[in-house]
């Protein structure tokens, strides 16, 4: 889609991007970092991780208490 466009062009240029969403399945295709924020904390960083949705589902569920 369009906004997975502009991030590979933007990526080109050595730009950071923030981008926030509670879609799993869209932050794990676009982001090269992920992040959980709780209670406005980062609870949970590392590069893209190598797990399907459903695994980062999980970790969300446990860094979060399950809140989505």
Same mark, same amino acid.
């Given at each position: 889609?369009?906004?997975?466009?502009? &991030?590979? *062009?933007?990526?080109?240029?050595?730009?950071?991007?923030?981008? #926030? #969403?509670?879609? &799993? +399945?869209? %932050?794990?295709? &676009?982001?090269? /970092?992920?992040?959980?924020?709780?209670? %406005?904390?980062?609870? *949970?960083?590392? /590069?893209? +991780?190598?797990?399907?949705?459903?695994?980062?589902?999980?970790? *969300?569920?446990? *860094?979060? %208490? %399950?809140?989505?």
């Amino acid at each position: 889609g369009m906004l997975a466009q502009v &991030l590979r *062009y933007s990526a080109r240029g050595r730009r950071t991007i923030v981008m #926030t #969403t509670h879609n &799993l +399945p869209r %932050g794990l295709e &676009l982001g090269d /970092e992920i992040a959980i924020i709780a209670e %406005g904390r980062i609870v *949970y960083h590392e /590069e893209r +991780p190598e797990k399907d949705v459903e695994s980062f589902a999980g970790t *969300y569920a446990r *860094y979060t %208490g %399950g809140r989505r």
